[in-house]
Protein backbone atom coordinates (compact mmCIF):
# COMPACT_ATOMS: atom_id res chain seq x y z
CA UNK A 1 0.00 0.00 0.00
CA UNK A 2 1.58 3.55 -0.97
CA UNK A 3 1.98 5.82 1.77
CA UNK A 4 -0.67 8.14 0.96
CA UNK A 5 -3.44 5.50 1.20
CA UNK A 6 -1.40 3.96 4.35
CA UNK A 7 -1.72 7.58 6.34
CA UNK A 8 -5.44 7.88 4.85
CA UNK A 9 -5.95 4.60 6.64
CA UNK A 10 -4.75 4.77 9.80
CA UNK A 11 -6.45 8.18 10.50
CA UNK A 12 -9.75 6.47 9.94
CA UNK A 13 -8.69 3.76 11.73
CA UNK A 14 -7.76 6.80 14.94
CA UNK A 15 -11.52 8.22 13.65
CA UNK A 16 -13.23 5.10 15.03
CA UNK A 17 -11.18 4.31 17.76
CA UNK A 18 -12.32 7.87 19.24
CA UNK A 19 -15.99 6.78 17.85
CA UNK A 20 -15.71 3.82 20.11
CA UNK A 21 -14.38 5.65 22.91
CA UNK A 22 -17.57 7.83 22.59
CA UNK A 23 -19.38 4.75 22.73
CA UNK A 24 -18.31 4.30 25.77
CA UNK A 25 -18.70 7.27 27.40
CA UNK A 26 -22.42 6.92 26.38
CA UNK A 27 -22.81 3.47 28.21
CA UNK A 28 -21.45 4.78 31.24
CA UNK A 29 -23.70 8.23 31.22
CA UNK A 30 -26.68 6.23 30.36
CA UNK A 31 -27.29 7.99 27.29
CA UNK A 32 -30.34 6.57 25.47
CA UNK A 33 -30.47 3.05 23.88
CA UNK A 34 -31.32 3.87 20.37
CA UNK A 35 -29.15 6.70 20.77
CA UNK A 36 -26.40 4.00 21.44
CA UNK A 37 -27.17 1.10 19.04
CA UNK A 38 -27.37 4.25 16.14
CA UNK A 39 -23.75 5.42 17.23
CA UNK A 40 -22.26 1.71 16.80
CA UNK A 41 -24.21 1.14 13.80
CA UNK A 42 -22.02 4.24 12.10
CA UNK A 43 -19.12 2.43 13.55
CA UNK A 44 -19.95 -0.90 11.43
CA UNK A 45 -20.60 1.45 8.48
CA UNK A 46 -17.17 3.63 8.74
CA UNK A 47 -15.74 -0.39 9.00
CA UNK A 48 -17.17 -1.51 5.95
CA UNK A 49 -15.57 1.64 4.51
CA UNK A 50 -11.87 0.56 5.57
CA UNK A 51 -12.69 -3.00 4.13
CA UNK A 52 -13.56 -1.35 0.63
CA UNK A 53 -10.49 0.89 0.53
CA UNK A 54 -8.26 -1.97 1.64
CA UNK A 55 -10.12 -4.53 -0.90
CA UNK A 56 -9.73 -1.91 -3.91
CA UNK A 57 -6.18 -1.75 -2.86
CA UNK A 58 -5.56 -5.39 -2.71
CA UNK A 59 -7.24 -5.63 -6.35
CA UNK A 60 -4.91 -3.62 -7.69
CA UNK A 61 -1.88 -4.88 -6.50
CA UNK A 62 -2.32 -8.93 -5.09
CA UNK A 63 -4.43 -10.06 -7.22
CA UNK A 64 -3.47 -8.46 -10.50
CA UNK A 65 0.14 -9.99 -9.71
CA UNK A 66 -1.43 -13.24 -8.82
CA UNK A 67 -3.78 -13.68 -12.21
CA UNK A 68 -0.98 -12.43 -14.47
CA UNK A 69 1.80 -14.78 -12.71
CA UNK A 70 2.32 -18.23 -14.03
CA UNK A 71 1.40 -19.71 -10.40
CA UNK A 72 -1.95 -21.89 -11.29
CA UNK A 73 -2.29 -22.54 -7.66
CA UNK A 74 -1.67 -19.15 -6.39
CA UNK A 75 -4.34 -17.75 -8.41
CA UNK A 76 -6.52 -19.70 -7.05
CA UNK A 77 -5.90 -19.41 -3.50
CA UNK A 78 -6.21 -15.72 -4.66
CA UNK A 79 -9.67 -16.38 -6.34
CA UNK A 80 -11.06 -18.10 -3.80
CA UNK A 81 -10.26 -15.59 -0.67
CA UNK A 82 -12.18 -13.36 -2.51
CA UNK A 83 -15.31 -15.32 -3.44
CA UNK A 84 -14.70 -15.94 0.67
CA UNK A 85 -14.82 -12.09 1.51
CA UNK A 86 -17.58 -11.23 -0.27
CA UNK A 87 -19.89 -14.46 1.42
CA UNK A 88 -18.71 -13.33 4.81
CA UNK A 89 -20.02 -9.82 4.04
CA UNK A 90 -23.16 -10.67 2.45
CA UNK A 91 -23.67 -13.46 5.01
CA UNK A 92 -27.25 -12.91 6.34
CA UNK B 1 -20.86 -20.12 -17.49
CA UNK B 2 -20.84 -23.81 -18.17
CA UNK B 3 -23.96 -26.02 -18.80
CA UNK B 4 -23.68 -27.91 -15.27
CA UNK B 5 -23.02 -24.71 -13.52
CA UNK B 6 -26.00 -22.84 -15.50
CA UNK B 7 -28.37 -26.26 -14.93
CA UNK B 8 -27.41 -26.03 -11.01
CA UNK B 9 -28.11 -22.21 -10.73
CA UNK B 10 -31.34 -22.44 -12.73
CA UNK B 11 -32.53 -25.33 -9.89
CA UNK B 12 -31.93 -23.18 -7.28
CA UNK B 13 -33.80 -20.05 -8.71
CA UNK B 14 -36.33 -22.14 -8.99
CA UNK B 15 -36.59 -23.49 -5.51
CA UNK B 16 -36.34 -20.37 -3.93
CA UNK B 17 -39.46 -19.27 -6.37
CA UNK B 18 -41.27 -22.06 -4.88
CA UNK B 19 -40.12 -20.73 -1.18
CA UNK B 20 -41.27 -17.62 -2.27
CA UNK B 21 -44.93 -19.44 -3.31
CA UNK B 22 -44.48 -20.36 0.16
CA UNK B 23 -44.08 -17.10 1.53
CA UNK B 24 -47.44 -16.03 0.13
CA UNK B 25 -49.42 -18.93 1.18
CA UNK B 26 -48.07 -18.33 4.48
CA UNK B 27 -49.66 -14.32 4.54
CA UNK B 28 -52.49 -16.21 2.82
CA UNK B 29 -52.98 -18.67 5.69
CA UNK B 30 -52.29 -15.58 8.19
CA UNK B 31 -48.91 -17.65 9.52
CA UNK B 32 -47.62 -15.79 12.69
CA UNK B 33 -45.50 -13.44 11.97
CA UNK B 34 -42.00 -14.34 12.69
CA UNK B 35 -42.42 -17.78 10.91
CA UNK B 36 -42.74 -15.68 7.23
CA UNK B 37 -39.42 -13.49 8.41
CA UNK B 38 -37.61 -16.60 9.20
CA UNK B 39 -38.49 -18.17 5.82
CA UNK B 40 -38.20 -14.47 4.03
CA UNK B 41 -34.44 -14.69 5.61
CA UNK B 42 -33.61 -18.32 4.81
CA UNK B 43 -35.09 -16.71 1.49
CA UNK B 44 -31.89 -14.06 2.02
CA UNK B 45 -29.66 -16.90 2.79
CA UNK B 46 -30.74 -18.86 -0.48
CA UNK B 47 -29.62 -15.50 -2.64
CA UNK B 48 -26.49 -14.79 -1.19
CA UNK B 49 -25.35 -18.44 -2.56
CA UNK B 50 -26.68 -17.88 -6.00
CA UNK B 51 -24.36 -14.62 -5.53
CA UNK B 52 -21.66 -16.19 -4.63
CA UNK B 53 -21.73 -18.79 -7.10
CA UNK B 54 -22.04 -16.67 -9.93
CA UNK B 55 -19.11 -14.40 -8.61
CA UNK B 56 -17.29 -17.10 -8.70
CA UNK B 57 -17.58 -18.38 -11.89
CA UNK B 58 -17.24 -14.35 -12.88
CA UNK B 59 -13.49 -14.06 -10.98
CA UNK B 60 -12.88 -17.56 -13.01
CA UNK B 61 -13.78 -16.31 -16.01
CA UNK B 62 -14.54 -12.37 -17.02
CA UNK B 63 -11.99 -11.05 -14.21
CA UNK B 64 -8.85 -12.96 -15.01
CA UNK B 65 -9.52 -12.34 -18.82
CA UNK B 66 -9.72 -9.05 -18.13
CA UNK B 67 -6.68 -8.86 -16.09
CA UNK B 68 -4.32 -10.28 -18.36
CA UNK B 69 -5.82 -8.46 -21.14
CA UNK B 70 -3.62 -5.33 -22.82
CA UNK B 71 -6.87 -3.04 -22.29
CA UNK B 72 -5.90 -1.18 -19.03
CA UNK B 73 -9.50 0.59 -19.09
CA UNK B 74 -11.60 -2.54 -19.00
CA UNK B 75 -9.51 -4.18 -16.16
CA UNK B 76 -10.32 -1.12 -14.36
CA UNK B 77 -13.41 -1.00 -15.13
CA UNK B 78 -13.56 -4.66 -13.77
CA UNK B 79 -11.84 -3.93 -10.72
CA UNK B 80 -14.05 -1.26 -9.75
CA UNK B 81 -16.81 -3.68 -10.54
CA UNK B 82 -15.99 -6.02 -8.29
CA UNK B 83 -15.28 -3.41 -5.29
CA UNK B 84 -18.91 -2.15 -5.96
CA UNK B 85 -20.30 -5.69 -5.66
CA UNK B 86 -18.84 -5.98 -2.23
CA UNK B 87 -19.48 -2.50 -1.13
CA UNK B 88 -23.24 -2.92 -1.59
CA UNK B 89 -23.31 -6.50 -0.34
CA UNK B 90 -21.40 -4.84 2.90
CA UNK B 91 -23.54 -1.61 3.34
CA UNK B 92 -25.19 -1.63 6.42
CA UNK C 1 -53.05 -8.65 9.50
CA UNK C 2 -55.47 -6.42 7.83
CA UNK C 3 -56.78 -7.13 4.26
CA UNK C 4 -55.50 -3.74 3.02
CA UNK C 5 -52.00 -4.40 4.44
CA UNK C 6 -52.28 -8.49 3.32
CA UNK C 7 -52.99 -7.27 -0.44
CA UNK C 8 -50.32 -5.50 -0.63
CA UNK C 9 -47.67 -7.63 1.08
CA UNK C 10 -49.13 -10.07 -1.17
CA UNK C 11 -48.98 -7.66 -4.32
CA UNK C 12 -44.61 -6.96 -3.42
CA UNK C 13 -44.39 -11.06 -3.38
CA UNK C 14 -45.62 -11.07 -6.46
CA UNK C 15 -43.53 -8.83 -7.81
CA UNK C 16 -40.43 -10.73 -6.41
CA UNK C 17 -41.45 -13.71 -7.62
CA UNK C 18 -41.64 -12.06 -11.51
CA UNK C 19 -38.42 -10.04 -10.66
CA UNK C 20 -36.93 -14.26 -9.76
CA UNK C 21 -38.19 -15.24 -13.12
CA UNK C 22 -36.39 -12.49 -14.78
CA UNK C 23 -33.22 -13.30 -12.72
CA UNK C 24 -33.85 -17.03 -14.24
CA UNK C 25 -34.15 -15.65 -17.98
CA UNK C 26 -31.23 -13.46 -17.48
CA UNK C 27 -28.97 -17.36 -16.39
CA UNK C 28 -30.18 -18.66 -19.69
CA UNK C 29 -29.75 -16.40 -21.57
CA UNK C 30 -25.87 -15.76 -20.61
CA UNK C 31 -26.63 -12.24 -19.35
CA UNK C 32 -23.11 -10.49 -17.76
CA UNK C 33 -22.61 -11.46 -14.64
CA UNK C 34 -22.47 -8.53 -12.52
CA UNK C 35 -26.14 -7.58 -13.83
CA UNK C 36 -27.36 -10.64 -12.63
CA UNK C 37 -25.36 -10.38 -9.22
CA UNK C 38 -26.88 -6.94 -9.36
CA UNK C 39 -30.62 -7.99 -9.97
CA UNK C 40 -30.24 -10.69 -6.95
CA UNK C 41 -29.10 -7.83 -4.71
CA UNK C 42 -32.13 -5.94 -5.84
CA UNK C 43 -34.32 -8.62 -4.47
CA UNK C 44 -32.80 -9.07 -1.46
CA UNK C 45 -33.54 -5.31 -0.59
CA UNK C 46 -37.19 -6.01 -1.29
CA UNK C 47 -37.07 -8.84 1.08
CA UNK C 48 -36.13 -6.72 3.52
CA UNK C 49 -38.96 -3.87 2.86
CA UNK C 50 -41.57 -7.21 3.29
CA UNK C 51 -39.52 -8.09 6.41
CA UNK C 52 -39.67 -4.73 7.75
CA UNK C 53 -43.67 -4.25 7.07
CA UNK C 54 -44.06 -7.68 8.59
CA UNK C 55 -42.20 -6.91 11.39
CA UNK C 56 -44.06 -3.45 12.04
CA UNK C 57 -47.23 -5.16 11.84
CA UNK C 58 -46.62 -7.61 14.60
CA UNK C 59 -44.93 -4.60 16.84
CA UNK C 60 -48.30 -3.25 16.18
CA UNK C 61 -50.18 -6.64 17.21
CA UNK C 62 -49.05 -9.56 18.71
CA UNK C 63 -45.86 -7.91 20.74
CA UNK C 64 -48.40 -5.00 22.32
CA UNK C 65 -51.22 -8.06 23.55
CA UNK C 66 -48.43 -10.02 25.09
CA UNK C 67 -46.51 -6.97 26.72
CA UNK C 68 -49.90 -5.56 28.18
CA UNK C 69 -51.14 -9.10 28.94
CA UNK C 70 -50.47 -11.14 32.23
CA UNK C 71 -48.43 -13.67 30.97
CA UNK C 72 -45.19 -12.80 32.21
CA UNK C 73 -43.78 -16.30 29.85
CA UNK C 74 -45.39 -15.27 27.12
CA UNK C 75 -44.03 -11.59 27.39
CA UNK C 76 -40.56 -13.28 27.81
CA UNK C 77 -40.75 -15.71 24.55
CA UNK C 78 -42.16 -12.68 22.81
CA UNK C 79 -39.11 -10.12 23.33
CA UNK C 80 -36.91 -13.02 22.72
CA UNK C 81 -37.86 -13.49 19.59
CA UNK C 82 -37.50 -10.02 18.67
CA UNK C 83 -33.99 -9.88 20.09
CA UNK C 84 -33.59 -12.91 17.49
CA UNK C 85 -35.01 -11.32 14.44
CA UNK C 86 -32.87 -8.27 15.20
CA UNK C 87 -29.50 -11.00 15.71
CA UNK C 88 -30.21 -12.72 12.41
CA UNK C 89 -30.87 -9.52 10.44
CA UNK C 90 -27.57 -7.92 11.39
CA UNK C 91 -25.28 -10.71 11.45
CA UNK C 92 -22.43 -11.19 9.28
CA UNK D 1 -29.24 -0.67 32.37
CA UNK D 2 -28.15 -2.61 35.61
CA UNK D 3 -24.38 -2.15 36.90
CA UNK D 4 -23.59 -6.04 36.12
CA UNK D 5 -24.70 -5.32 32.21
CA UNK D 6 -23.13 -2.03 31.86
CA UNK D 7 -19.90 -3.85 33.47
CA UNK D 8 -19.86 -6.41 30.68
CA UNK D 9 -20.68 -3.83 27.49
CA UNK D 10 -17.91 -1.82 28.71
CA UNK D 11 -15.92 -4.56 28.73
CA UNK D 12 -17.15 -5.66 25.63
CA UNK D 13 -16.61 -1.90 24.06
CA UNK D 14 -12.92 -1.66 25.50
CA UNK D 15 -12.33 -5.24 23.95
CA UNK D 16 -13.63 -4.07 20.60
CA UNK D 17 -11.10 -0.60 21.16
CA UNK D 18 -8.09 -2.91 21.63
CA UNK D 19 -8.97 -5.12 18.46
CA UNK D 20 -9.13 -1.32 16.76
CA UNK D 21 -5.93 -0.91 17.54
CA UNK D 22 -3.93 -4.43 16.58
CA UNK D 23 -5.96 -3.33 13.09
CA UNK D 24 -3.78 0.19 13.01
CA UNK D 25 -0.75 -2.24 13.47
CA UNK D 26 -1.07 -4.73 10.97
CA UNK D 27 -2.15 -1.33 8.78
CA UNK D 28 1.45 0.26 10.07
CA UNK D 29 3.54 -3.04 9.54
CA UNK D 30 1.99 -3.99 5.76
CA UNK D 31 0.25 -7.30 7.39
CA UNK D 32 -1.67 -9.12 3.83
CA UNK D 33 -4.59 -7.35 3.05
CA UNK D 34 -7.44 -10.14 3.11
CA UNK D 35 -6.34 -10.82 6.88
CA UNK D 36 -6.85 -7.46 7.98
CA UNK D 37 -10.28 -7.46 6.10
CA UNK D 38 -11.04 -10.87 8.34
CA UNK D 39 -10.24 -8.66 11.44
CA UNK D 40 -12.31 -5.46 10.63
CA UNK D 41 -14.97 -8.42 9.58
CA UNK D 42 -14.94 -9.54 12.98
CA UNK D 43 -14.81 -6.07 14.72
CA UNK D 44 -18.06 -5.54 13.20
CA UNK D 45 -19.27 -9.12 14.46
CA UNK D 46 -18.57 -7.86 18.43
CA UNK D 47 -20.04 -4.58 17.33
CA UNK D 48 -23.46 -6.89 16.67
CA UNK D 49 -23.23 -8.65 19.73
CA UNK D 50 -22.49 -5.13 21.40
CA UNK D 51 -25.77 -3.63 19.40
CA UNK D 52 -27.57 -6.82 20.15
CA UNK D 53 -27.29 -6.66 24.00
CA UNK D 54 -28.06 -3.36 24.26
CA UNK D 55 -31.28 -3.81 22.58
CA UNK D 56 -32.58 -6.64 24.55
CA UNK D 57 -32.44 -4.57 27.62
CA UNK D 58 -33.88 -2.18 25.79
CA UNK D 59 -36.96 -4.46 24.95
CA UNK D 60 -37.00 -5.60 29.08
CA UNK D 61 -37.01 -1.80 30.19
CA UNK D 62 -38.12 1.25 28.03
CA UNK D 63 -39.94 -0.87 25.14
CA UNK D 64 -42.19 -2.70 28.33
CA UNK D 65 -42.80 0.57 30.18
CA UNK D 66 -43.52 2.79 26.84
CA UNK D 67 -46.18 -0.13 25.97
CA UNK D 68 -47.87 -0.22 29.22
CA UNK D 69 -48.24 3.10 29.27
CA UNK D 70 -50.93 5.35 28.95
CA UNK D 71 -48.98 7.83 26.23
CA UNK D 72 -50.31 6.52 22.89
CA UNK D 73 -48.00 8.74 21.10
CA UNK D 74 -44.98 7.47 22.82
CA UNK D 75 -45.69 3.99 22.34
CA UNK D 76 -46.26 4.77 18.50
CA UNK D 77 -42.64 6.26 18.80
CA UNK D 78 -40.47 3.21 20.69
CA UNK D 79 -42.52 1.58 17.97
CA UNK D 80 -41.24 3.06 15.27
CA UNK D 81 -37.88 3.30 16.51
CA UNK D 82 -37.80 -0.27 16.73
CA UNK D 83 -38.71 -0.81 13.39
CA UNK D 84 -36.44 1.59 11.82
CA UNK D 85 -33.58 -0.11 13.72
CA UNK D 86 -34.51 -3.15 12.39
CA UNK D 87 -34.36 -1.69 8.89
CA UNK D 88 -30.91 -0.33 9.40
CA UNK D 89 -29.85 -3.49 10.42
CA UNK D 90 -31.02 -5.36 7.54
CA UNK D 91 -30.22 -2.49 4.90
CA UNK D 92 -28.37 -4.38 2.02
Known amino acids: MDTKKKTDLLLRLKS ?3 HIKGV ?3 VTDDAYCIDIISQVQAIQAALNKVN ?5 DHLHSCVITAIRGDDATE ?3 MLGELASVF ?4 KL
Chains 1, 2, 3, 4 share one sequence.
Open 16 to 18: IAG
Open 75 to 77: RER
Open 87 to 90: EKSA
Open 24 to 26: EKM
Open 52 to 56: GQILD
